[in-house]
């Protein structure tokens, strides 16, 4: 955290994530065991019922013909991942400025949605450009995003969680707490599922 604190990034991206969602159902992807032993279920829900499906880095259980999007915001996952990203042929959504520039140019060829991310503890702020979170978590990102681009409701699959003692279960639920006491959040129609 302290070394993605301390490489800044801009809440301003080049993308404008205004009204891309606008009144739409919204699954995100995360990377949960469960989508694999649940897969025949969940690939019949988005046949069925069309929501927009946003993947949390890269989720080889769903496959890309029922995904709209994929979703990465910290840049190892990134530099792990680059080479893989072209293969997808769906739009990526990351924070063009907190990339390396030596990746940069393997990313030219994809279809590059840069929402722009921040990171400063204690905070979220979100905008049709960017946001700014308070840990560099992709799911934050994700619906950061989502919250601005007028979603009208929020599937989670995937979301499988940590034993209660597990340090990331206890980020995971002060972060979303935290979320939820936002003035903004409150006001926002988007309900979650």
Not at 7 to 34: F, Q, R, T, V, Y
Not at 55 to 62: H, P, V
């Amino acid at each position: 955290n302290q070394a993605f604190l301390n490489e800044g990034g801009s809440k301003k991206g080049a993308w404008s994530c205004k009204n891309w969602l606008k009144g739409e159902d919204i699954m995100i992807i995360g990377p949960g065991k469960s989508t694999k032993k649940y897969n025949s279920a969940i690939i019949n829900y988005i046949n069925a019922k069309k929501p927009k499906v946003i993947s949390l880095n890269i989720n080889k259980t769903i496959p890309p013909d029922c995904i709209d999007a994929y979703a990465a915001c910290h840049h190892m996952r990134v530099m792990m991942d680059v080479s893989k990203y072209s293969e997808l042929e769906k739009p990526l959504i990351i924070p063009m400025e907190t990339i390396d520039p030596t990746f940069k140019a393997q990313l030219q060829k994809i279809n590059i949605l840069d929402y722009g991310l921040q990171v400063k503890e204690d905070n979220f702020e979100f905008t049709y450009n960017g946001c700014v979170i308070p840990k560099p978590l992709v799911f934050l990102y994700t619906l950061a995003l989502v919250h601005s681009s007028g979603a009208n409701r929020v599937l989670l699959v995937g979301f499988d969680g940590y034993s209660q003692s597990d340090p990331r279960q206890i980020e995971m639920d002060q972060v979303i707490s935290k979320y939820k006491e936002q003035d903004n959040i409150k006001r926002n129609k988007c309900r979650f599922f």
